[in-house]
């Protein structure tokens, strides 16, 4: 089944993470790429890296822990005619190379106990492990050495995993810190964190 968000073409799959509004929050707030180098940590069904491509970025990488994400955000690319995009299979930055000028993360953030996990790959798209920051706490530790000097980096945050907490570390680690856009949903609060390397 394929179906069609703001103009992209997509094909789910039962093993990754349908669009929702925590997708279509930070796919609004997505800050120029044009002419510019993207990663995307944690691709899904890939459309925000597709949308990058489609808005002009000179390259995007996209990388997700699960195989069916990378194989369906390849489809999706071919999908679309995007060719200035690829897909890799990569835990957070494990195989990734280079600097990028923006880099997109909508980690996994629902506090997770050992009883709670899903079956399958489709977990690592909400197991946050027990505070919802395990995922989150590692790409915030390494994210420094990936972006350009000057790059941004977009966090999709939920109020369930404390704003603060990623707002503090960021500004220790040396980024200018800003809220962009908040979206109240039932039971949380989500929230786009743009962090500016200085």
Do not use: W
Not at 6 to 34: C, M, Q, R, W
């Amino acid at each position: 089944m394929i179906t069609e968000f703001e103009g992209i073409k997509i094909k789910l799959h039962s093993e990754v993470y349908e669009p929702a509004e925590d997708t279509f929050l930070l796919l609004k707030n997505i800050v120029d790429v044009e002419n510019k180098e993207v990663l995307e940590i944690g691709v899904g069904t890939g459309i925000i890296s597709i949308a990058c491509a489609k808005r002009g970025a000179k390259k995007v990488v996209g990388v997700d822990i699960n195989p069916f994400a990378v194989n369906l955000a390849l489809e999706n690319a071919k999908l679309n005619n995007v060719n200035n995009v690829s897909f890799i299979k990569s835990d957070l930055f494990e195989n990734v190379r280079g600097e990028f000028d923006v880099i997109l993360f909508n980690p996994p953030y629902l506090p997770t106990l050992d009883e709670d996990k899903l079956e399958g790959n489709i977990d690592y798209a909400f197991n946050g492990g027990k505070s919802g920051r395990e995922v989150l706490n590692r790409f915030l530790e390494e994210v420094g050495d990936y972006l350009k000097e000057g790059g941004v980096v977009q966090i999709l945050q939920s109020s369930l995993t404390g704003e603060e907490e990623t707002i503090s570390m960021l500004k220790q680690l040396g980024f200018d810190v800003k809220v962009v856009d908040r979206l109240k949903i039932p039971f949380e609060e989500l929230m786009v964190i743009n962090g500016y390397k200085l």
